[in-house]
């Protein structure tokens, strides 16, 4: 079974890559990673407390995810990786060999991105694997 493997943060363009990504699924039978990436950050107490906020918060919106997936009868699995989006999601695609990873977009202007770092700008250019960006549709 191939896996899709998905960033998801619980906002409005996460969710259009996760509707994408089951529809997927469901056409191609595989199954889906649901990853979350959060960190780096730097020493002390403060990162810890923040690490700790960002993780809890990366286990309720995945488990949502999960929701989803399974309503549509797809097998699921959540990563929550202590790595930044980016490195995160290329790791879990190298990890699962997955066939594409999904992400969302809000359609920034592509010299934004490259400056500010958009994960989707990200992965267009350092992933070996296809890269899916969905729109967010309004």
Known sequence: MATLVVGYDGS??????????????????????????????GPG????????????VGE???AEAVERAHAD?????????EERPTEALLALAEQHDARAIVVGTYGEHPIRGAI???TPHKLLHLSERPVLVVPVVE
């Open 12 to 41: 409005e363009c996460a969710r259009a890559a996760l509707h994408t990504a089951v529809e997927m699924a469901k056409g191609l039978g595989d199954k889906i990673v649901v990853a979350f990436g959060y960190g780096p950050g």
């Open 45 to 56: 107490e403060e990162y810890i407390a923040t690490r700790d906020v960002i993780r809890a």
């Open 60 to 62: 309720r919106v995945t």
């Open 73 to 81: 009868g797809i097998e699921v699995e959540v990563a929550l990786v």
């Open 116 to 118: 500010l770092g958009s």
